[in-house]
T-cell receptor, first 115, second 113 residues
């Protein structure tokens, strides 16, 4: 069964600092990988996705993520965090085989940004 | 264009009552999904509809939960005889087709007293 681990429940960074949110997945075949962001009281917004090809993917709001198959990781990065980035971030994996529509989400990482 | 919409945004009900939650997917999207987000369990897949195919109900937690999708568009998630453990945010998503990027609605927050 597929699974996603986000080791950090809560991260606090200062505005302007760099950010890396960790995500490790378990999946038997080639995964589809996603990062979503959820602001308080809002639904999930897609930041970026990896299906195949270049392992470094660019997303919205200046975010990027790198797929590392050898480490089963898909970490999210941003070089300079803005106060508006404070939110909860979810990594998700979907299958490239059957039932590829079933997304499995990590527990989320809550990001706090200090001024 | 318009995104996925859900109604109501909030629902408070008494234990034992039935509730219906509605989802309007993005126009033209053939696939529709329901997820549940709760403090203890995180985000869980509930059910998936794709076109006229039989839905994948494998994520529904009990037979008190059911969903239908009429005319390949609007979907309703029904919870019968609600229990306190049903309290959660219910999220709907749609995608152009199977395996495509899922776009989420704002959710319905259900509170069972």
């Amino acid at each position: 069964a597929q699974s996603v681990t986000q080791p950090d429940i809560h991260i606090t960074v200062s505005e302007g600092a760099s950010l890396e949110l960790r995500c490790n997945y378990s999946y038997g075949a080639t995964p589809y990988l996603f990062w979503y962001v959820q602001s308080p009281g809002q639904g999930l917004q897609l930041l970026l996705k990896y299906f195949s090809g270049d392992t470094l993917v660019q997303g919205i709001k200046g975010f990027e993520a790198e797929f590392k198959r050898s480490q089963s990781s898909f970490n999210l990065r941003k070089p300079s965090v803005h106060w508006s980035d404070a939110a909860e971030y979810f990594c998700a994996v979907g299958g490239s085989g059957g039932s590829n529509y079933k997304l499995t989400f990590g527990k989320g990482t809550l990001l706090t940004v200090n001024p | 264009g318009a995104g996925v919409s859900q109604s109501p945004s909030n629902k408070v009900t008494e234990k034992g009552k039935d509730v219906e939650l509605r989802c309007d997917p993005i126009s033209g999207h053939t696939a529709l999904y329901w997820y549940r987000q709760s403090l203890g369990q995180g985000l869980e897949f509930l059910i998936y509809f794709q076109g006229n195919s039989a839905p994948d109900k494998s994520g529904l937690p009990s037979d008190r939960f059911s969903a239908e999708r009429t005319g390949g568009s609007v979907s309703t998630l029904t919870i019968q005889r609600t229990q306190q453990e049903d309290s959660a945010v219910y999220l709907c998503a749609s995608s152009l087709g199977e395996g495509d990027t899922q776009y989420f609605g704002p959710g319905t927050r259900l509170t069972v007293l």
